[in-house]
């Protein structure tokens, strides 16, 4: 299961971005070795979409 953190993002973050990258073995587990994930491929290729946490992005 995903962790807290994965499941939310903050905001100004994408969602599927996040969760790919806090979540990534779970995420990509059925891949096998230097296998491109096609969610993430098309997510590249497309953009964010509707996906974007709405608020304003924080910098630290």
Same mark, same amino acid.
């Given at each position: 299961?995903?962790?807290?953190k $994965? #499941? =939310?993002?903050?905001?100004?973050?994408? !969602? %599927? +971005? &996040? #969760?790919?990258?806090?979540d990534? *073995?779970? %995420?990509?587990?059925? #891949?096998g070795? *230097?296998?491109? +994930? /096609?969610? +993430?491929?098309?997510?590249? !290729? =497309?953009?964010?979409? =509707?996906?974007?946490? /709405?608020? $304003? *992005?924080? &910098?630290?």
């Open positions: 299961m995903a962790s807290e $994965a #499941l =939310n993002p903050p905001p100004g973050e994408c !969602r %599927q +971005c &996040w #969760l790919h990258a806090y990534s *073995r779970a %995420q990509h587990a059925h #891949l070795p *230097r296998e491109d +994930c /096609p969610a +993430c491929v098309d997510h590249m !290729r =497309n953009g964010h979409g =509707n996906m974007i946490v /709405p608020g $304003a *992005r924080r &910098w630290f």
